[in-house]
C-alpha cells in the first residue's frame, strides 16, 4: 500500500513536526509528494483518544504511558490507512519515527501492528557522543 495523504484531526507543535516528518520521510522514500489529506486508503491517521476519529477505533491506548504509541493497519469508513495512534502527542511523533523506520526497511506499510511501551518513564537522549571532543 503507498501512502496517499496525512489525516489528523488534532493541532499543536509537535503534531505539526510528526505530520511533517512523516510527510518528508515518505516522499523521500515513495517519490512522490504526500501531504495532508482525506481519509483514502493508504492514508497516514495520526492522533490521540482525544479524536473521535481515533477513539472510536478502540485501539489498546490506556496502557501506553505519556510516551507510548500504536501502529496499526485498520480500515476506516471502508478505507485501508494506517494508524499512529498514543495517549499523547509525543507518542505520536515517537509513533511517526517508527512507521518511517518500518517503511524504510520492509518497503511496505501493508499489516503493520506495532504496540510500543517505553519501559522508563521518559525517553532520554544521550548526546554526548555527538560532543566533538578535543
Known sequence: M???GIVRDERDP???LAAAKLAR???GLTGRAVADG???DGAIVIGTAKSARIAGLGLPLQSLG???FVLRSVA???KRTTVVAANRSIGVLY???RL???AQMTGSLTDVSVTDRPKLGLRLLNHWDTVERR
Open 25 to 27: 520521510g515518505l516522499s
Open 2 to 4: 503507498q501512502p496517499t
Open 14 to 16: 509537535t503534531f505539526d
Open 38 to 40: 482525506n481519509v483514502t
Open 76 to 78: 476506516i469508513k471502508g
Open 66 to 68: 505519556r510516551e507510548g
Open 95 to 97: 509513533g511517526a519515527s
Open 100 to 102: 518511517l523506520r518500518i
